[in-house]
């Protein structure tokens, strides 16, 4: 079974630049999760979708950060404009009913 | 809303010392109980999970927790680290119904050899 899949590994940018994340979830798992996780904290949920649709996004900071799920598979997280608190560790995970979070590797995301 | 505490933020020890995480949640109804192991440069990984049942979990690689509730507690257990446990662990809940999972914050063990 392949694993989730992200990209890209690492992004630098400058403060005020915009960065998109990618990620292809286990096939056939219709709940994907973007989690944030900064240095020495655990991970944080950003938005949960349920197939194309948002179950929560009640964390995710909507000035600055979208994500979509367009076709119920793949998604993007966007981040316009970056902020210096916005370096992270970006993840992505799935499941299906009955069973436990797999994540992807996340995009370690620098901000200068 | 629920939360997940793990008080030790920083654990170095030998090998073949035993192990003890600690992990407290913060809901009082049915909750799902999950530590994950993230090894350094690698993902986030399912160490052992509890939904219901025998409340003593085995896990992978010899881990194993307890599920307390009168406590609140899911702490975790080995009874011999080797050096390739060095990672970050991380205690997490599903509870109330809700299928969104809440992390605590982690904590770095270091083994040394």
């Known amino acids: 079974e392949a694993g989730v899949a992200q990209s890209p590994r690492y992004k630098i940018i400058e403060k005020r630049q915009s960065v998109a994340f990618w990620c292809n979830p286990i096939s056939g798992h219709a709940t994907l999760y973007w989690y944030q996780q900064i240095l020495g904290q655990g991970p944080k949920l950003l938005i949960q979708f349920q197939n194309n649709g948002v179950v929560d996004d009640s964390q995710l900071p909507k000035d600055r950060f979208s994500a979509e799920r367009l076709k119920g598979v793949d998604s993007t997280l966007k981040i316009q404009p970056a902020k210096l608190e916005d370096s992270a560790v970006y993840l992505c995970?799935?499941?299906?009913?009955?069973?436990?979070?797999?994540f992807g590797n996340g995009t370690r995301l620098t901000v200068t | 809303a629920q939360s997940v505490s793990q008080h030790n933020h920083h654990v170095i020890l030998s090998e073949a010392a035993s192990l003890e995480l600690g992990c407290n949640y913060s809901?009082?109804?049915?909750?799902?109980l999950f530590w994950y192991v993230q090894y350094p440069g690698q993902h986030l990984q399912l160490l052992l999970k509890y939904f219901s049942g025998d409340p003593l979990v085995k896990g992978i690689k010899g881990f194993e927790a307890e599920f307390i509730k009168s406590k609140f507690s899911f702490n975790l257990r080995k009874p011999s680290v080797q050096w390739s446990d060095t990672a970050e662990y991380f205690c997490?809940?599903?509870?109330?119904?809700?299928?969104?999972?809440?992390f605590g914050r982690g904590t770095s063990l270091i083994v040394h050899p």
């Open positions: 995970a799935s499941t299906t009913t009955g069973s436990p979070l797999h």
């Open positions: 809901y009082g109804g049915t909750v799902n």
């Open positions: 997490a809940t599903l509870s109330g119904g809700s299928y969104i999972p809440t």
